[in-house]
């Protein structure tokens, strides 16, 4: 795949038109931001991305509110990984 350089090499072929293609959507982001803070936001985001797949109608409000319940928990963990980090190093 010549567009994913940085990517040694990546056997994912986004062809599947069902609900389950996110995952592999999901998997390559994974490969590619594969540190504690890419893999802490795609984790976040993939979880927003599920809970508003489960509704019907989606409004503005349950977009915002995902969002921001996802970037709560971005800070959360983020506090958590400092106070880690700082108790042992």
Known sequence: MEY???VKRCDVFLKDPSKEG???FFKLLRQVYNNYKGQAAIKIIENCWE?????DNISDND???QISNGLDQ?????AGRVRYLDRYN
Do not use: E, P, S, V
């Open 74 to 78: 971005f800070a959360t963990d983020a």
């Open 51 to 55: 809970h508003l797949q489960g509704k």
């Open 4 to 6: 994913l350089k940085l």
């Open 63 to 65: 977009i915002r509110t």
């Open 22 to 24: 996110y995952k592999l």
